[in-house]
């Protein structure tokens, strides 16, 4: 039960047992109250449940259930007292006007009422609980299920992801391939063991090779295209060399 059918038992346990206490006021017996007393019975019926049911909220209930079920048990366990202190004035009544025996008799057509609670009521809430919690289970379970395929599906395209080559690569943007130019000769630089081959191509393209003095400079070579860039002199020349002897 929830905090709001508590409170609703609660009302009709007290309504129930205000028309009780006007009745003994007004010398009605129990059979004239019959209908009140089974409607108070009923509802403190319902409240003890609802305390049963809060201690023993279930698996499900604990991991999801959180404050909730905290807040249902303080309702269950203050209200339960309130009708402890209905249930002693009443019997305080009986034994009054009717005698110990008639609140035995009370206690008999009690037991009665909350084994036929227990048999249809409660009975049904407790399998719609289950089923209640069998579903959550089964949804949980394929939560967990798609979780699981999901991560292994991106670590199977990952691993897919390496086994590329280099031309699926380039086709979907892993690789940039450079852009190249035809460049022409443009002049020599004689330098200690060897030549300085300067070449210039489309769009202001310079690119700087070295090769040995024998083997001289091919006239065309093929460039990264790197438009207006700077044309190298001897002091690009004498820093690449440098570079190349680090």
């Known amino acids: ?35 009140d007393l089974s409607r108070w019975m009923g509802a403190s019926s319902d409240i003890d449940q609802a305390e049963k049911q809060a201690k023993n909220p279930g698996v499900f209930g604990k991991v999801f259930g959180g404050g909730s079920i905290e807040a249902t048990a303080l309702q269950a366990y203050a209200a339960k007292k309130k009708l402890e202190e209905q249930r002693y004035e009443l019997k305080i009544f009986l034994n009054l006007t009717h005698g110990p025996q008639a609140y035995d008799e009370l206690l008999q057509m009690e037991g009665q009422i909350r084994k036929q609670r227990q048999e249809t009521i409660y009975k049904q809430q407790q399998l719609r609980k289950q089923i209640g919690e069998a579903i959550g289970w089964f949804v949980l379970f394929l939560v967990i299920i798609g979780f699981f395929t999901l991560m292994t599906f991106l670590w199977m395209k990952r691993a897919e992801a390496k086994d590329y080559t280099r031309q699926q690569k380039i086709n979907q943007g ?13 002049k020599m630089i004689a330098y200690k063991g060897g030549l300085a081959c300067i070449y210039q191509g489309a769009g202001k393209t310079f690119e700087i090779e070295f090769t040995e003095v024998q083997t001289s400079c091919p006239r065309k070579y093929k460039c990264v295209y790197n438009p207006n860039s700077k044309e190298p002199n001897i002091d690009d020349v004498m820093k690449s060399l440098r570079d190349i002897a680090k």
């Open 174 to 186: 892993i690789i940039k391939e450079p852009k190249y130019t035809m460049c022409l000769r443009k």
């Open 1 to 35: 039960m929830d905090p709001v059918t508590i409170s609703l038992a609660v009302g009709v346990a007290s309504k129930a047992f205000d028309a009780i206490k006007s009745g003994f006021a007004m010398g009605r017996d129990l059979e004239q109250m019959s209908g």
